[in-house]
């Protein structure tokens, strides 16, 4: 079980948040989007990383307060490494 600190609330059990895919993935304009082809459409709605170690996750205080935040988890041993606001940039984490 994970115990995630909202950056609002503190820290909380999993079981209060909802998972929201991965993080900071920038939406194309609607002049981009008129322009895209199919292919490159669907690679933006489908393709997403899936590292083997840090990734970049958006999380909701579903059962809480209800507030985005983003969290740089370990994805082979569930380490989070830091939790951050909505609109901020993604950590520089040191390589070990």
């Not at 459409?41 to 083997?52: E, S, T």
């Not at 569930?78 to 390589?95: D, F, N, R, S, T």
């Amino acid at each position: 079980m994970l115990l995630i600190s909202c950056p609002y609330c503190g820290p909380r059990d999993e079981h209060e948040f909802a998972y929201g895919h991965e993080a900071h993935i920038a939406r194309p304009t609607l002049e981009q989007q008129n322009t895209m082809t199919d292919a490159e459409w669907a690679d933006y709605l489908f393709m997403r990383k899936n590292p083997k170690g840090v990734h970049f996750e958006r999380w909701v205080h579903s059962r809480g307060c209800r507030q985005w935040f983003n969290v740089a988890r370990h994805t082979v041993t569930h380490e989070i490494i830091k939790v951050y606001k909505m609109g901020e940039p993604a950590p520089k984490l040191e390589q070990k």
